[in-house]
């Protein structure tokens, strides 16, 4: 097993665009669905890295 020194891995993996998300039975996501919108509002991973530092020191 390799270590690295991090304690966690961000994956980068592109953000899909309501219109293009897919659902089962050929569904679709609205725009205007409050869940899609609230997701536009909140940075995911924006500060993540700064948030572990604080909670985990080497």
Known sequence: MQESGKMYRKDEQPKTPAEEFKLPFEGK???ENR???MAQWIP???NLKWNMQNYFHP
Do not use: D, F
């Open 35 to 37: 869940w899609v919108i």
């Open 29 to 31: 996501l609205s725009e």
């Open 44 to 46: 995911m991973y924006q």
